[in-house]
């Protein structure tokens, strides 16, 4: 998909301003799954949401399972786990 810049325009014009750029997709869900089922990763790959502080005991945001986002999905996970394991039917 071509695209441009189309906004405001100052009188000295830098050349991204004026380039024709190719906007290129890719299915992130493949993406994902051929990043996982690199080996570069094996050993590499943080499973589990952790929040990291700094000396001072600042958060600090080093990856997407660092920060409270995940941690979120996680408590909503197990939420879903325990009210599905909790109203079974009983055998």
């Not at 189309?6 to 990043?35: A, C, D, F, S």
């Not at 952790?50 to 920060?67: L, R």
């Not at 995940?70 to 079974?88: D, E, G, M, P, S």
Request: net charge negative; proline share 8%.
């Amino acid at each position: 998909m071509p695209f441009h810049y189309e906004g405001p325009k100052p009188q000295k014009l830098p050349k991204w301003m004026t380039e024709k750029y190719m906007l290129v997709t890719h299915n992130t869900r493949h993406l994902l799954y051929e990043q996982i089922a690199c080996p570069d990763f094996d050993g590499h790959w943080d499973y589990i949401p952790f929040k990291e502080f700094n000396c001072a005991g600042n958060h600090v945001w080093t990856n997407i399972m660092s920060g409270d986002w995940a941690a979120k999905q996680v408590v909503c996970i197990l939420y879903i786990f325990v009210y599905l394991h909790l109203n079974r039917p009983i055998e």
